[in-house]
Nanobody, 129 residues
């Protein structure tokens, strides 16, 4: 069993930065690739970023590429999302999630929320214009 808990959300002006952190508990969590998704009211969760189990490879949605950076520290049991140059359209609830370790991590699978086994409760990010 893996449990996830996000923190670091808040209110920021456009152009500002926030760093989200996902704290993870669970004996074998390091085998999981990890992802961040976000959801705005009335819409489904959409893929933001993912990172392989060892941190060697990272992936981003086009909308955040160049502005967001995902990282993980397996010793500290955290996965972070550094968000720079935030825009009002980045406002959403952000979720971290643990990817199914039994299937390949591809662009098709990592962007599909159904392929993630565990989810956090989410943290609100609001970007004012």
């Amino acid at each position: 069993q893996v449990q996830l808990g996000e923190s670091g959300g808040g209110l920021v002006q456009a152009g500002g930065s926030l760093r989200l952190s996902c704290a993870i508990t669970g004996r074998t969590w390091t085998v999981y690739a990890m992802g961040w998704f976000r959801r705005t009211p009335g819409l489904e969760r959409t893929f933001v970023s993912a990172i392989t189990w060892n941190g060697d490879n990272t992936y981003y949605a086009d909308s955040v590429k160049g502005r967001f950076t995902i990282s993980r520290d397996n010793a500290k049991n955290t996965v972070d999302l550094q968000m720079n140059n935030l825009k009002p359209e980045d406002s959403a609830v952000y979720y971290c999630a643990a990817f199914n370790p039994g299937i390949p991590l591809t662009m098709a699978t990592m962007t599909n929320q159904d392929e993630y086994w565990y989810w956090g409760q989410g943290t609100q990010v609001t970007v004012s214009s």
